[in-house]
DNA sequence: TAAATAGTGTCTCTGAGACAATATGCA
DNA sequence: TGCATATTGTCTCAGAGACACTATTTA
């Protein structure tokens, strides 16, 4: 069937939803915003947050929507990262899921949201099966991520309003799994094009010469792009 | 609402669509296959091709089924591009569209396929206005593909079975509206790792020492890549 | 032979990674 | 002072781009 050739009486009905990949640095891990379901099915199933489509509101901005009422924070990078829509992937009935992914900074806690459901952060390395579909969708959030620190500057999404280089090799190291070496990275990063805004001076956690705080730039893209261990 | 608190009772329906967007070279230009509409609403304008997701139909699926209804071809890469879901982008009813992409040889010529609309290649370059939101879905199709021949061998998607040097590079010269030094081409996609399988030889069209024809590697991603004129 | 295209070799520059050296805080 | 972390500098190597040069075909 061509596109658009078509009347209102034979399209078939869905139900589209919104479903919410949120990864944060928290503890030393990367973790992921995740709901405990109060109802079958997967009753008691660690899921991602998420919930329908309204009919007169955009995907996107469902999405949006979502997030303010997960986590009471607004204004966080959030890009869509697939739509997930195996006939049976939720048993009940037919739903087509967009799902999206947002990077934020160690908020808080979870707000509990508009929702009874508890909500928490959970390591990634540590979260079991997940209802529906989500694990995959969770997979393929993080991966998104890890793949975006390379050639934007999403990694500053992860820290606070004002940060150190430090803390920002600590994302990386994290988010990516591997150590860099302090040097190299703060030689790249304070190089880079648009990326540190710099701004006065930090504390010295435990000893040690203070850290220069900065700010995010505005950059688009990560240039020259920070790339993890390749073919080399 | 939190993901997966619902019943059937309660879900807005949504129509489920699916548009392509498949690109080729073809006549030194950047191509894509366009339909022509027979019907209101964009009557006559040019559309993306593309249609319902059937009810037991996987989304993937629906947009594999289309393109073989569409090209007559099979075993195209294929991948999701994004999903277009502002609430009035259909005038009739409220359509949820998950477009893709696809990349693909100079083929014969478009099959009219199941349908009596009229479907052609056009150049990008020349492309007006499209029906729907159908000229944003291409400008993010042909940047994604264009982004794609950095860091994947999809370049070769757009030749033959078997094909030169020259001609991989005709394809980046003409997707990326850039011209490339030959001999620096040649050196890096001959190094890069598991793009070209060496065969026999080639023609030699108007004179000059015929090239060698290679076949697709199996590399899934471009290393070292081929990147665009960047920072510099 | 001339023209044309294919393919190789060389040089230079940039950036990555290893790591020495210096700077500046706290106990 | 001693220790810890921050920041700068230096060295080496790989790969990109410029481009001279060789190879192999047709006219």
Known sequence: ?????????????????????????????????????????????????????????????????ELGEETGVSGLHLEQLGTYGEPRRDPRMRV????????AADLPVPVAGTDAAAASWVPV????ALAFDHSRILADGVERARAKLEYTPLGAEFCGPEFTVAEL???????????????????????????????GRSSSRDGGRPAALYRRGDAGVLYPPLVRASGS
């Open 1 to 65: 069937m061509l596109g658009g050739v078509y009347s209102p009486s034979d399209f078939p009905p869905f139900a589209v939803t919104v479903d919410l990949v949120v990864l944060t640095v928290r503890d030393e891990a990367l973790c992921a915003l995740l709901i405990r379901r109060g109802e079958a099915p997967f009753r008691g199933r660690w899921a991602l947050p998420g919930g329908f489509v309204q009919v007169d509101e955009a995907v996107d901005a469902a999405a949006v929507r």
């Open 96 to 103: 087509v899921s967009v799902a999206y992914l947002a990077l």
């Open 125 to 128: 390395a540590e979260v079991g």
């Open 169 to 199: 090799r600590r994302v990386y190291e994290i988010v990516w799994g591997v150590s860099l070496d302090p040097r190299n990275f703060h030689r790249k990063v304070t190089g880079a094009e648009g990326l540190l805004v710099p701004t």
